[in-house]
C-alpha cells in the first residue's frame, strides 16, 4: 500500500467512525457454515481501519491481529476497544504485516482490499496463513437497484472527477477469481442499510476518500446534495440501501 492510499483517511476519521455502515452479524454464522470458522481461530483484519470489521471477531471471542497502517485510524480502533484483551493492533500494511508465519485461520479484509498492492499481498496472506486458512473479502457495496442510489451514483460521477479512479468497484468478480488463482470461490450477498438525516447523510458523503476536502468549492457540491437527500426524503430522513458482498476463498 503505497502512503497516499495510507494517508487518505487521515482526516476522515471521525466521520469515517460515526457514518460508515456496520458489517451484518450474520457473516460470522455464514463463516461457520461455510469454512466450520469458530472463536478458537486466529484473525488478522487487514486494514482494519475504525475497526467496523474488527468489532465482529472481538465479540465472536477471536483473538483478532488489526492491521491498519495509518496512524488516526488505528488509535480509534485501540481507544473504541481499549477493554478487549484479544485484540493486538499492528502498525503495519497488508503487503508486509510482521505476523508470525503460519498461525492465522482467516484473513479478513472489509471495504479495503482495493488499496492493497495485490502481488505483494497475496505472497503476504499465503505467508501468514495456517495450511488451511481462509481469505474473507467483504464490500458494503450500495445497492444499484435503489432509485436513490442510482441518482447518488450519477451524482458522483458527474461532480467528483477522482471517484471512479478510486471506487472499489474497479475490482470486480473476475478480479478477485484471478487473485485467488487456485483457490476455490464463494460469494455471498447480504441486505444491509442506514438511516440517515440530512446531517448524518453529509457526513457519510464525507466519509469517502474520493470527496474533497472542505473549501469554497464545496458549497455547490453540499447544495445539490441536500437537494437530492430533500427529492428521497421520508419524514426528513433517507434509507441508504447496500448490498454487502462477501467473497470467501
Keep these: 500500500m503505497n502512503k497516499n492510499n495510507i494517508e487518505r483517511f487521515t482526516d476522515r476519521v471521525v466521520d469515517y467512525e460515526k457514518f460508515r455502515p456496520n458489517y451484518p452479524k450474520e457473516i460470522i454464522q455464514i463463516l461457520s457454515e461455510k469454512i466450520g470458522f469458530n472463536k478458537r481461530w486466529l484473525v488478522a483484519d487487514i486494514g482494519s481501519g475504525t475497526g467496523l470489521s474488527t468489532q465482529l471477531f472481538l465479540e465472536n471471542g477471536n483473538d483478532v491481529f488489526a492491521v491498519e497502517p495509518n496512524r488516526e485510524m488505528r488509535e480509534s480502533l485501540v481507544h473504541h476497544f481499549k477493554t478487549y484483551r484479544n485484540l493486538i493492533a499492528l502498525n503495519t500494511t497488508a503487503e508486509d504485516t510482521s505476523i508470525e508465519s503460519g498461525c492465522v485461520d482467516l484473513i479478513f479484509a472489509g471495504q479495503s482490499f482495493h488499496w492493497f498492492d495485490r502481488n505483494a499481498c497475496y505472497k503476504e496472506f499465503?505467508?501468514?496463513?495456517?495450511?488451511?486458512?481462509?481469505?474473507?473479502?467483504?464490500?458494503?457495496?450500495?445497492?444499484?437497484?435503489?432509485?436513490?442510489?442510482?441518482?447518488?451514483?450519477?451524482?458522483?460521477?458527474?461532480?467528483?472527477?477522482?471517484?471512479?479512479?478510486?471506487?472499489?468497484?474497479?475490482?470486480?468478480?473476475?478480479?478477485?477469481?484471478?487473485?485467488?488463482?487456485?483457490?476455490?470461490?464463494?460469494?455471498?450477498?447480504?441486505?444491509?442499510?442506514?438511516?440517515?438525516?440530512?446531517?448524518?447523510?453529509?457526513?457519510?458523503?464525507?466519509?469517502?476518500?474520493?470527496?474533497?476536502?472542505?473549501?469554497?468549492?464545496?458549497?455547490?457540491?453540499?447544495?445539490?446534495?441536500?437537494?437530492?437527500?430533500?427529492?428521497?426524503?421520508?419524514?426528513?430522513?433517507?434509507?441508504?440501501?447496500?448490498i454487502t458482498e462477501i467473497y470467501i476463498s
Excluded at 155 to 178: A, C, G, M, W
Excluded at 179 to 203: I, W
Excluded at 207 to 214: G, I, L, T, W
Design 126 to 242: 499465503n505467508r501468514i496463513l495456517t495450511k488451511s486458512g481462509h481469505i474473507v473479502l467483504v464490500w458494503n457495496q450500495r445497492d444499484p437497484t435503489d432509485a436513490f442510489q442510482q441518482e447518488y451514483e450519477q451524482f458522483l460521477r458527474q461532480h467528483i472527477p477522482t471517484y471512479q479512479s478510486v471506487s472499489h468497484k474497479n475490482i470486480s468478480d473476475e478480479d478477485l477469481r484471478d487473485f485467488f488463482v487456485d483457490r476455490p470461490m464463494t460469494k455471498v450477498s447480504l441486505q444491509n442499510q442506514q438511516v440517515f438525516d440530512l446531517k448524518s447523510f453529509l457526513g457519510r458523503v464525507r466519509s469517502s476518500s474520493y470527496f474533497p476536502k472542505d473549501g469554497d468549492e464545496n458549497k455547490t457540491l453540499y447544495d445539490d446534495l441536500r437537494l437530492l437527500f430533500e427529492k428521497y426524503a421520508i419524514s426528513k430522513r433517507i434509507v441508504f440501501k447496500y
